[in-house]
Each structure stands twice: as C-alpha cells, then as structure tokens.
C-alpha cells in the first residue's frame, strides 16, 4: 500500500533545524501514526510523502511557509498582568493558554513589560525550516471512525 488520502501512515521520524539540533523524535518511543490527508501533519510534509511505501526512508526539508508558516510580527502583543488570574505564576519562555474564536491558542510569554507580559502568538517553529528524517514503518487503510474523526485511534483506548 502506498500513502495517499484517507491511510493511516506510521513512521519513525527526525526533526531538526538548519543548524542539525534535534528538535522532536520518535526514536526509542513507539513511531507516529497519522491520518494521511487530514492536516495531521504540516503540509509540506504530508505534500513529500505521498505516494511512500513501507519502507521508505527520506530527508526533506520543510520550508517555513510549508511547515507552521512566517513568523507574524503582529503576533506579538502585550497583554496586561490583570488578564492572567492573580495567584498564576508566570515566567519568560513558558506557554499560557487561551480560549479563542477557533479553540484555544497558545502563546509563549517573551518577557515582562511596565504593565504585564509581552506575549507570542506564533507557533514555537514558525519562520524555521524543519528538517525531517523519515522512516515508513506502515501503511493501512483508516477505519471508518477515524475517518469520521479525522484523526487516527489507538486499538482500544479511544472514545469521544
């Protein structure tokens, strides 16, 4: 079987970035199922692996605009310290959490400001190229629920 739209694809995978630090890796962890066409996976990725076998072993690079997008300067905002309840204790470089129109968003905190916190609204990875090392372990067709969810089931142990 090969990857197309509608498989659950498993691979074992590498991330690093132009410099060659690792980033992310299923190595020594069981490898990483996705919903082939699904949006489970950046879309430059997905785009490079359609039509892999079992078996398949590849580098590719990602570009930025392929991965999580250019970084957005207007993503970058201040916020006042009364938007953040009063006992939360908050430190440059971790993630705060918000409910948006679309479902929660992430942002990382940047720094102090005179009146509260400097926040990033960008994703962690964007404006950087990602480079994968890639690995196809399996290729099956996706049951019917995953398809109705979108996303791929662990035997067993999902329930919505």
Request: aromatic content about 6%; proline content about 7%; overall charge negative.
């Amino acid at each position: 079987m090969k990857t197309a739209n509608g498989m659950v694809v498993t691979m074992h995978y590498t991330l690093t970035d132009d410099a060659g630090a690792v980033i992310d890796s299923s190595q020594g962890r069981e490898p990483l199922p996705y919903l082939h066409g699904h949006g489970n996976i950046v879309p430059g990725l997905e785009k490079a692996l359609e039509g892999a076998a079992v078996g398949f072993k590849s580098r590719i690079t990602v570009s930025a605009a392929e991965g999580y997008g250019e970084r957005n300067p207007e993503a970058v905002f201040d916020a006042p310290r009364d938007q953040f309840p009063d006992d939360m204790e908050i430190a440059p470089g971790m993630q705060v959490y918000a409910e948006g129109p679309e479902g929660p968003v992430t942002f990382t905190v940047i720094e102090f400001t005179d009146n509260g916190v400097k926040l990033d609204a960008n994703h962690p990875l964007a404006g950087m190229n990602l480079n994968f090392e890639i690995e196809i372990m399996d290729v099956r067709e996706a049951t019917e629920e995953e398809l109705a969810h979108g996303h791929v089931h662990s035997p067993g142990d999902h329930h919505h």
